[in-house]
C-alpha cells in the first residue's frame, strides 16, 4: 500500500444520526491491494474510490461493519418476494465500471428523489470526473453490476471482489422502479453469486440502529458484527419477515 495523506476531519452533524455529532478519519492512497484491504476492514475502514474513510467519534460507536454468512444465508418472506418480482425480469451484466450519461443521469436522479424523499442532502449534478473518483478509478479492480428492465438501465451497484469475500460498496437505482425494492435485490443477486464462487462472506458495510438507510441489511441472516477487537460476532436483529 502507498499512502499519500491521511487526517481527522473537524467534527460536524452524523450524516446517519442527525442528532449526534459525527469525525471521520480519511486516508487517500495511491496502491492498494485486495488484501491490504481486507485488513483495513478489519479495523473498520471503508472506501470510495482511492479514499479509505472510518468513524472515529468520541460519544458514539453506533456505526458497525456487518457481513453475511454466504453459505447458511435463507431469504425469509419478504425477500422472496422481491426474487420473485425480479427473477428472469431484470437482467444483471456484471463487468468493469464505466462513465456515460445514463449512469450520471440515473445517480442524480436517484440523489434527488432520496432528497426529497428522505432528506438527504441536496447536492448539484455529479459531473464525470467526480463519479469517477469515486467509483471508477479504484486501487485494484472493481466489479460494475448494472440491472436491465428490457434495454433500460435501472440500477448501478460496485462491489469490491475480496480474499474470501464480496464488499458491497454503492448502489443506486430509478426511483420509478422503486416498488421492484432493486436494494434488496441486488444485495440478493450478490449473496447468489458470492455462493456461485464459494466466496464464504458479503460484506454490507455499516449497520447503524437508529438509521433506517442502513438498518435493513440486518434482515440479511445469519449475520455477524466486527467488534472493536477486530473479532466477528454472531448479530441478528431485523424482522423475520417469514
Given at each position: 500500500?502507498?499512502?499519500?495523506?491521511?487526517?481527522?476531519?473537524?467534527?460536524?452533524?452524523?450524516?446517519?444520526?442527525?442528532?449526534?455529532?459525527?469525525?471521520?478519519?480519511?486516508?487517500?492512497?495511491?496502491?492498494?491491494?485486495?488484501?491490504?484491504?481486507?485488513?483495513r476492514m478489519l479495523q473498520g475502514w471503508r472506501r470510495f474510490g482511492t479514499v479509505l474513510?472510518?468513524?472515529?467519534?468520541?460519544?458514539?460507536?453506533?456505526?458497525?461493519?456487518?457481513?453475511?454468512?454466504?453459505?447458511?444465508?435463507?431469504?425469509?418472506?419478504?425477500?422472496?418476494?422481491?426474487?420473485?418480482?425480479?427473477?428472469?425480469?431484470?437482467?444483471?451484466?456484471?463487468?468493469a465500471p464505466t462513465i456515460c450519461p445514463a449512469r450520471l443521469a440515473l445517480y442524480d436522479?436517484?440523489?434527488?428523489?432520496?432528497?426529497?424523499?428522505?432528506?438527504?442532502?441536496?447536492?448539484?449534478?455529479?459531473?464525470?470526473?467526480?463519479?469517477?473518483?469515486?467509483?471508477?478509478?479504484?486501487?485494484?479492480?472493481?466489479?460494475?453490476?448494472?440491472?436491465?428492465?428490457?434495454?433500460?438501465?435501472?440500477?448501478?451497484?460496485?462491489?469490491?471482489?475480496?480474499?474470501?469475500?464480496?464488499?458491497?460498496?454503492?448502489?443506486?437505482?430509478?426511483?420509478?422502479?422503486?416498488?421492484?425494492?432493486?436494494?434488496?435485490?441486488?444485495?440478493?443477486?450478490?449473496?447468489?453469486?458470492?455462493?456461485?464462487?464459494?466466496?464464504?462472506?458479503?460484506?454490507?458495510?455499516?449497520?447503524?440502529?437508529?438509521?433506517?438507510?442502513?438498518?435493513?441489511?440486518?434482515?440479511?441472516?445469519?449475520?455477524?458484527?466486527?467488534?472493536?477487537?477486530?473479532?466477528?460476532?454472531?448479530?441478528?436483529?431485523?424482522?423475520?419477515?417469514?
Amino acid at each position: 500500500m502507498e499512502s499519500l495523506f491521511r487526517y481527522i476531519a473537524a467534527p460536524s452533524q452524523c450524516g446517519y444520526l442527525p442528532d449526534q455529532t459525527w469525525q471521520l478519519e480519511y486516508e487517500h492512497v495511491a496502491r492498494l491491494t485486495p488484501e491490504e484491504y481486507l485488513k483495513r476492514m478489519l479495523q473498520g475502514w471503508r472506501r470510495f474510490g482511492t479514499v479509505l474513510f472510518r468513524p472515529r467519534c468520541r460519544a458514539c460507536n453506533a456505526c458497525r461493519s456487518l457481513r453475511v454468512l454466504v453459505d447458511r444465508f435463507r431469504p425469509d418472506r419478504s425477500q422472496k418476494r422481491v426474487r420473485k418480482a425480479n427473477q428472469g425480469v431484470v437482467r444483471l451484466r456484471i463487468g468493469a465500471p464505466t462513465i456515460c450519461p445514463a449512469r450520471l443521469a440515473l445517480y442524480d436522479r436517484y440523489h434527488a428523489f432520496q432528497a426529497g424523499s428522505k432528506g438527504w442532502p441536496e447536492h448539484a449534478p455529479k459531473g464525470a470526473g467526480e463519479y469517477g473518483d469515486s467509483f471508477v478509478h479504484n486501487p485494484f479492480p472493481t466489479e460494475e453490476w448494472c440491472y436491465y428492465l428490457a434495454d433500460q438501465l435501472i440500477g448501478v451497484g460496485y462491489v469490491d471482489v475480496l480474499p474470501a469475500g464480496f464488499s458491497a460498496i454503492y448502489f443506486f437505482y430509478d426511483p420509478s422502479e422503486r416498488h421492484r425494492s432493486l436494494g434488496i435485490w441486488n444485495v440478493l443477486s450478490i449473496l447468489e453469486q458470492a455462493a456461485a464462487r464459494d466466496v464464504p462472506h458479503v460484506y454490507l458495510g455499516y449497520y447503524i440502529a437508529g438509521c433506517p438507510s442502513m438498518t435493513y441489511k440486518s434482515c440479511f441472516k445469519p449475520n455477524q458484527i466486527l467488534g472493536r477487537d477486530g473479532q466477528w460476532r454472531d448479530f441478528q436483529t431485523g424482522n423475520n419477515g417469514r
